[in-house]
């Protein structure tokens, strides 16, 4: 597993920060890539990926709020009512794109932790990317895992 460390400026558009941006590059791949939380964000996750079949997805970019606050505002901006913050929205997630995601597909998940989407359901860690922000912003940690098994 490699583990590197870069810095980069915070931007609430992760993925236009210059070391994020190459490591999706980098795991792009020709087939299909699920953004279950786009910018802005606009749709419940879960409702967005039961649109997929079962192990249909080559990559997905798993970038959720990062906090109970954070998903909040986010469901609260679009005048959503989120009826969970509680840690299982969050493996409620992980369980649906464990399912889309084909054996050998990637996962990048993004977050203030390397958890992942983990090996209870099927995945190994295959690169961790530390951006540090500096200042008073937290770190973004970006977990790269590979889908080995079915859970």
Not at 6 to 26: D, G, S, V, Y
Not at 34 to 39: H, K
Not at 44 to 57: G, I, Q, T
Request: hydrophobic share 30%; glycine share 6%.
């Amino acid at each position: 597993m490699e583990i590197t460390r870069k810095w980069a400026m915070p931007n609430k558009r992760t993925f236009t920060i210059k070391p994020i941006k190459e490591i999706i590059e980098k795991y792009k791949s020709k087939g299909l890539t699920l953004d279950p939380f786009p910018y802005p964000y606009k749709e419940d996750c879960l409702d967005y990926l039961k649109r997929y079949n079962s192990e249909s997805a080559d990559v997905v970019l798993f970038d959720p709020p990062y906090s109970p606050r954070q998903l909040k505002e986010c469901y609260d901006n679009q005048g959503m009512v989120l009826h969970d913050t509680k840690s299982s929205v969050w493996a409620n997630w992980k369980d649906e794109i464990a399912n889309k995601i084909k054996i050998g597909g990637i996962c990048l998940s993004f977050g203030w932790s390397s958890q992942g989407i983990g090996k209870n359901r099927g995945f190994e860690i295959i690169e961790i990317l530390l951006v540090a922000h500096g200042g008073n912003h937290n770190d973004t940690i970006i977990t790269v895992e590979r889908k080995v098994s079915s859970h």
